[in-house]
């Protein structure tokens, strides 16, 4: 099959050309076929069930692209994407003919009925965005929600993402993370963003844009103090990519007057764990729930507002009756 050459080929670098059967490579070379190019090689590409096939695409260095979503690209019967000229520069790099068609937010009714209709006349249609995985932070999440309404299978191609890049590159812990998208532009609304998210027991993942980082960092300071960790990574995989890691504090001063250029993406540490009780305070506040509650009960009100083990807590509980 053309898709083992393909993938054996991937993983020696598409030194074993001569794998390829004359019948393939007239099929990969006839005009109007569809194809696409790896180090000058065309390679046709199969078939598509009928689905929604959502793409990633590089953030930004052009050699990201999977070798599943290149032959998804040139195998799809339509092609949409958010701007037809960054996708086009995409297409052209590895050889893929496939017209791409506008989806974005000006025209998300008018065409994402079009791609319905495609799909319910039982094609396929690919959805990239300009960078990443599409339906993150852009209009192609309500096309996905109607396709699935409607029936229709909907296939992820993984591939480059933004958030998890910055996530594995800042050194943040990264067992539990939030990906919360764009902060509000208006300061009132940002800061009461930041105060509802304070708490969560997580890495926090924002995009920004450069001229609202430094505004953006300030607001997070105050907000999640300016101890918090934190990483401000710029121009991710491009040839000036950067990772600015420190305090939120810290990096609020120094980007406070910084003329900033690139897509960000910022990165804050979870909260620090609350300090323990102490234990003159939980034994006052043990006394003070078992004068109105049973016992039992009382531990599980004192677990609730402290955080500590009610088994402990019921424990305790019964040693200060027992004293009394």
Same mark, same amino acid.
């Given at each position: 099959?053309?898709?083992?050459?393909?993938?054996?080929?991937a993983?020696?670098?598409?030194e074993?050309? *001569?794998?390829? #059967?004359?019948?393939?490579?007239?099929a990969?070379?006839?005009? *109007?076929?569809?194809r696409?190019r790896?180090n000058d090689?065309?390679i046709? $590409?199969?078939?598509? =069930? @009928?689905?929604?096939?959502?793409?990633?695409t590089? %953030?930004? +260095?052009?050699?990201?692209?999977?070798i599943?979503a290149l032959?998804?690209?040139?195998? $799809?019967?339509?092609?949409?994407c958010?701007?037809?000229?960054v #996708?086009?520069?995409?297409?052209?790099?590895?050889?893929?003919?496939?017209?791409?068609?506008a989806?974005?937010e000006?025209n998300a009714?008018?065409?994402?009925?079009?791609?319905?209709?495609?799909?319910?006349?039982g094609?396929s249609?690919?959805?990239?965005?300009?960078a990443?995985?599409?339906l993150?932070?852009?209009?192609?999440?309500r096309l996905?929600?109607?396709?699935?309404?409607?029936?229709?299978?909907?296939?992820? %191609? @993984?591939?480059?993402?933004?958030?998890?890049a910055?996530?594995v590159?800042?050194?943040?812990?990264?067992?539990?993370?939030?990906?919360?998208?764009?902060?509000?532009?208006?300061?009132?609304?940002?800061?009461?963003?930041?105060?509802?998210?304070?708490k969560?027991?997580? #890495?926090?993942?924002f995009?920004?844009?450069?001229?609202? %980082?430094g505004?953006?960092?300030t607001?997070?300071?105050?907000?999640?103090g +300016?101890?918090?960790?934190?990483?401000v990574?710029?121009?991710?995989?491009?040839t000036?990519?950067?990772?600015?890691? *420190?305090?939120?504090?810290d990096?609020?001063?120094?980007?406070? =007057?910084?003329?900033v250029?690139?897509e960000i993406?910022?990165? %804050?540490?979870? @909260?620090?764990?609350?300090?323990?009780?102490?234990? $003159?305070?939980?034994?006052?506040?043990l006394?003070?729930?078992? $004068?109105?509650?049973?016992t039992?009960?009382?531990?599980?009100?004192a677990?609730r507002? #402290?955080g500590?083990?009610?088994?402990?807590?019921?424990?305790r509980?019964l040693?200060l009756?027992?004293a009394?």
């Open positions: 099959m053309v898709y083992d050459r393909v993938a054996l080929a993983g020696k670098g598409l074993d050309k *001569g794998r390829m #059967t004359t019948e393939e490579k007239n990969a070379a006839a005009p *109007g076929a569809k696409y790896l090689t065309p046709a $590409a199969r078939p598509l =069930e @009928p689905a929604l096939y959502l793409v990633a590089p %953030i930004g +260095n052009l050699g990201d692209i999977t599943r032959e998804t690209l040139a195998g $799809a019967d339509v092609l949409a958010e701007d037809t000229r #996708t086009r520069v995409l297409l052209d790099r590895y050889g893929i003919e496939n017209r791409p068609y989806y974005h000006h009714d008018e065409a994402g009925a079009r791609l319905l209709a495609a799909l319910e006349a094609k249609v690919a959805l990239v965005s300009d990443g995985t599409p993150v932070s852009d209009p192609g999440y996905g929600q109607l396709a699935i309404e409607a029936g229709h299978r909907v296939v992820p %191609i @993984p591939g480059a993402s933004a958030p998890l910055a996530l590159g800042s050194g943040l812990p990264n067992d539990a993370f939030l990906f919360a998208g764009f902060l509000p532009t208006k300061d009132k609304a940002k800061r009461d963003r930041l105060r509802e998210l304070s969560v027991p997580a #890495t926090l993942i995009f920004e844009s450069p001229h609202r %980082i505004d953006t960092l607001a997070a300071a105050d907000e999640l +300016n101890d918090r960790p934190a990483s990574c710029r121009e991710l995989t491009k000036f990519e950067e990772f600015r890691r *420190g305090p939120l504090g990096l609020a001063q120094d980007y406070a =007057e910084k003329t250029k690139g993406v910022l990165v %804050i540490g979870p @909260p620090a764990p609350d300090a323990a009780p102490d234990a $003159a305070d939980v034994d006052s506040l006394a003070e729930l078992s $004068a109105t509650m049973p039992a009960k009382a531990a599980t009100e677990a507002l #402290t500590l083990p009610r088994k402990d807590l019921y424990q509980l040693e009756k027992g009394a």
